[in-house]
């Protein structure tokens, strides 16, 4: 099956700790995004990589890191420094030039 | 002003009505745009892409797109229960890097 996966589902984080979120595709997408979701807002823009071992912060990217050393893999890490980092995080890939978007089923982060 | 804006509802409509759904764009966005659908806890889907001035149908759903007024807007004829969602408004912002931006999104509620 093509798609997008993300992983895991919930993920629980103590305090001080980093988390890496995992978001992995067989569409052959160039772009993939990350973004992040909380209660009752649209989607805020985390990071975004149109292609190999290039990525361009978002809207919010600070308290987070990403990389893109393949181009199925965009693996995100929500660092320490993330002070309020409990939320539905989102990836996404597309063709390049961003035809259509589609997204993976979402890992829902809670800190504790 | 915020480069996509939409009314966060709820909208209410009855079964079987037309339920309008509308986003609005600011000078930054170029001319892609699109409409998720947003079930509670899942992830988005999408439903309609328009890239050119005037209206796209696919099924129940037309999307509208008036560049003149900077709007798009989704009408969903024949409203169902199941139709009741949030719905995602979503545009290309280019320059270098194109990335995808969402609207904070509008709830839709059909009730019986």
């Known amino acids: 099956d093509g798609g997008i996966t993300q992983s895991p589902k919930y993920l629980f984080r103590k305090e001080g700790q980093n988390v890496t979120l995992s978001c992995e595709q067989n569409l052959n997408h160039d772009a993939m995004y990350w973004y992040r979701q909380d209660p009752g807002q649209g989607l805020r823009l985390i990071y975004y990589s149109q292609i190999v071992n290039d990525f361009q912060k978002g809207d919010i990217a600070e308290g987070y890191s990403v990389s893109r050393e393949k181009k199925e893999s965009f693996p995100l890490t929500v660092t320490s420094a993330q002070k309020n980092p409990t939320a539905f995080y989102l990836c996404?890939?597309?063709?390049?030039?961003?035809?259509?978007?589609?997204f993976g089923q979402g890992t829902r982060l809670t800190v504790v | 002003q915020k480069e996509v804006e939409q009314n966060s509802g709820p909208l209410s409509v009855p079964e079987g009505a037309i339920a309008s759904l509308n986003c609005t764009y600011s000078?930054?966005?170029?001319?892609?745009f699109f409409w998720y659908r947003q079930y509670s806890g899942k992830s988005p889907e999408l439903i309609m892409s328009i890239y050119s001035n005037g209206d796209k149908e696919d099924g129940r759903f037309t999307a509208q797109l008036n560049k003149a007024s900077q709007y798009v807007s989704l009408l969903i004829r024949d409203s169902q229960p199941s139709d009741s969602a949030t719905y995602l408004c979503?545009?290309?912002?280019?320059?270098?890097?194109?990335?995808?931006?969402f609207g904070a999104g509008t709830r839709l509620a059909v009730h019986p």
């Open positions: 000078d930054r966005v170029s001319q892609s």
């Open positions: 979503a545009a290309v912002i280019s320059g270098g890097y194109n990335k995808l931006i």
């Open positions: 996404a890939s597309s063709m390049q030039g961003l035809i259509e978007a589609f």
